[in-house]
C-alpha cells in the first residue's frame, strides 16, 4: 500500500510538474493563425523577466547568442501567448501610443494585487482614477468593474508596459493571455482592416461593441480625441501573430496589397521565421512561424 501511495505521489507531482509548463499558444484556426505575442522595450531585462516569471506564471526561453554572449531572443512564454523582450530604453509608455495595453485574466484579483504591491510594484487604477473627478463605474480603491462585469485592475510595468487585470475564478491557471486593446481616432475603420486582412468576424466583448477574436486572443479597438504615437520604440514595441505556413501568407497579402516592412525572412539562429507590417494607425505587427514550438 506504502508502494502504491508514493507511486501515485510521484505520477501527481509529475502531472502538476507538466500543467504547471505547459504554457502554449492556441490552435490554428482554418486560415493557420493564432495570436503570437507582444515584444517589449525595456531598459532592464532581468526585472522585467523576474515580473513575468514571478507575477504571471512564466517561463522563460532564451535563443541563439550575440558577439556580447547575450542570447538574441528572450522570450516569456504564458499560457496563449508570449512576451518578447528588448534591451531598449522605450521612447514613451504604451499609454501613449496606439496599443494602449494588453490584457491577461488572473483566477484570484486579490492575491495578484497582493503580491504585485508586496514587489514594490504600483497598481496603476488608483493613480488612474484620481484624475477623474468621479470614481469609475464600479471602482473601490485598486479595482473596478469591467466591460465584461468582473473585477478588473491596471498594472504598469516599470517601462510603462500597461496591463489590465480581469478576474476569472473558473480559469484552470493563475494568468493566461487575454486581450489587446487599440485606442486611436477612427477605430471602427482599423477593425475593419482587421477583419478584412485576417479573415475575422465583429464579436462584441461584454459592453464593447468593437472587438474581434483570434485564437487565444481578443482584439479590442477603442477611440481617442488625438492621435496616438506609432508603437515601435515605445513600451509595447509591436503585436505578434503566429502563422502555419508564414512565407505564402506573406505571398497573399503582398498580393492583396500590403506593404511589409520587414519581408519573409528565416532566422535559424532562433527557431524563427518572421516578417513585419504596419497597420493603418501605426501599430507594428510581426509574424511569426516558430513561436509554437517554444
Known amino acids: 500500500m506504502r508502494i502504491f501511495s508514493a507511486l501515485f505521489s510521484l505520477a501527481l507531482t509529475g502531472l502538476l510538474s507538466v500543467s ?19 515584444h517589449l522595450n525595456v531598459s532592464d531585462m532581468d526585472r522585467h523577466i523576474q515580473i513575468l516569471e514571478d507575477h504571471f506564471g512564466g517561463r522563460t526561453v532564451r535563443k541563439g547568442q550575440n558577439a556580447n554572449g547575450d542570447p538574441l531572443l528572450t522570450a516569456i512564454v504564458l499560457n496563449n501567448t508570449l512576451v ?89 491557471q493563475e494568468v493566461t493571455g487575454y486581450h489587446i486593446h487599440f485606442n486611436t481616432p477612427e ?6 482592416w482587421y477583419t478584412e486582412v485576417f479573415n475575422l468576424e465583429v464579436r462584441p466583448r461584454g459592453a464593447i461593441a468593437t472587438t474581434t477574436n483570434v485564437p487565444g486572443m481578443n482584439l479590442s479597438f477603442g477611440g481617442g480625441s488625438s492621435d496616438r504615437a506609432a508603437t515601435q520604440g515605445t513600451a509595447i514595441d509591436h503585436i505578434g501573430f503566429e502563422i502555419d505556413g508564414l512565407e505564402e501568407f506573406c505571398r497573399r497579402l503582398e498580393a492583396a496589397g500590403i506593404e511589409f516592412q520587414v519581408p519573409y525572412r528565416e532566422i535559424p539562429a532562433i527557431d524563427l521565421n518572421i516578417a513585419y507590417i504596419i497597420d493603418p494607425r501605426g501599430v507594428r505587427i510581426e509574424f511569426t512561424e516558430g513561436y509554437d514550438e517554444y
Do not use: C
Not at 21 to 37: E, R
Not at 157 to 163: D, E, L
Open 20 to 38: 504547471a509548463y505547459s504554457q502554449m499558444l492556441a490552435s490554428f484556426n482554418g486560415d493557420g493563425l493564432t495570436y503570437g505575442h507582444v
Open 84 to 172: 518578447a523582450l528588448s534591451p531598449s530604453d522605450p521612447t514613451m509608455p504604451s499609454s501613449q501610443s496606439a496599443m494602449d495595453h494588453f490584457g491577461v485574466k488572473v483566477r484570484n484579483m486579490e492575491m495578484f494585487l497582493d503580491k504585485w504591491r508586496a514587489d514594490g510594484l504600483p497598481v496603476t487604477t488608483a493613480l488612474w482614477a484620481e484624475q477623474f473627478p468621479s470614481p469609475p463605474n464600479g471602482f473601490t480603491g485598486d479595482t473596478f468593474i469591467g466591460a465584461e462585469g468582473q473585477v478588473n485592475a491596471f498594472v504598469d510595468f516599470p517601462n510603462g508596459a500597461r496591463v489590465e487585470l480581469q478576474e476569472d475564478q473558473g480559469l484552470q
Open 187 to 192: 477605430h471602427e475603420e482599423l477593425l475593419a
